[in-house]
């Protein structure tokens, strides 16, 4: 039985920039390193929260794989204007606050590499509401 999403995984450019952002301006917790058997670390595991982890690997080019959909990942955040406001002290490019078609508040803001990340802060309006433990 699948119990949750576990990880999300980003190839990087550069892995000591990536680690800072979600270290440094996201506020997640360094895991482990994944490191080769020179001792070079290649790879690390970020905690998110709960269950949840990013997961980086350096990569000499980074492209999404042929015919990826991939679009986003969504951040839960217990409250959007302190968050985004924080961000933005911490030197992070966040967009403005809007109020999505879910009913739920959202920003955007991209990683080192571009990869988009949002920001979602549940209303008891959001669509999601009935499904939230």
């Not at 959007?80 to 992070?92: F, N, S």
């Not at 999505?100 to 080192?112: H, I, K, R, T, Y």
Request: a negative charge.
């Amino acid at each position: 039985m699948i119990k949750g999403l576990a990880h999300v995984c980003f190839t990087v450019r550069d892995l000591e920039a990536s680690i800072a952002f979600y270290r440094d301006k996201l506020g997640f917790t360094p895991a482990f390193d994944f490191v080769d058997d020179a001792g070079r670390r290649f790879g690390a595991y970020l905690h998110v929260g709960g269950r949840a982890f990013i997961e980086l690997f350096r990569a000499e080019k980074v492209q999404p794989a042929q015919g990826q959909s991939y679009q986003h990942i969504c951040l839960e955040v217990d409250d959007i204007e302190t968050t985004v406001a924080e961000l933005r002290r911490g030197g992070v490019d966040v967009g403005e606050i809007t109020l999505g078609g879910d009913n739920s508040w959202q920003a955007w803001l991209e990683d080192p590499d571009g990869n988009k990340i949002e920001l979602h802060c549940y209303t008891p309006e959001s669509k999601q509401t009935p499904w939230l433990a």
